[in-house]
């Protein structure tokens, strides 16, 4: 019997992936975005998030507005829930670019070394944001 020649699949895009299932929970009700921190050699996950409203809160938007609905961001939620020392090694990876005010949290996590994201945000302002202070962005 032959070994099987599939590829194993990288550990990067796993955690794509679980980026995109943590997407499911989001109670937004405009768009479903999942964050993954994980340390830089991929063998712990330090950190997950979605988008929704605060725990305890009814599950859904606050307003209609775009970029103001009320829900916390899957990247601030992740942030919350990381407790790794800001000296650690972080690398991040979330459905959508973050926004401008998740770079700046993910700055202030520290230790952030890379953010991968699959889709654009509606403003690309936040990889200009990243890379000013050493975090290498990737669309994955």
Known sequence: MEPSSKERPS???IYMELAFALAERSSCSRLKVGTVITSTDYRKVLAVGYNGNAAGLPNGC???DAGNC???HSEENAVI????PRAMDKHVFVTHLPCVGCAKRLINLGGVKKVFYRNEYRSLDSIAILKSVGIEVGQF
């Open 11 to 13: 550990f990067a895009s």
């Open 62 to 64: 606050d307003r209609v």
């Open 70 to 72: 009320g829900c916390l």
């Open 81 to 84: 829930n990381c407790d790794s």
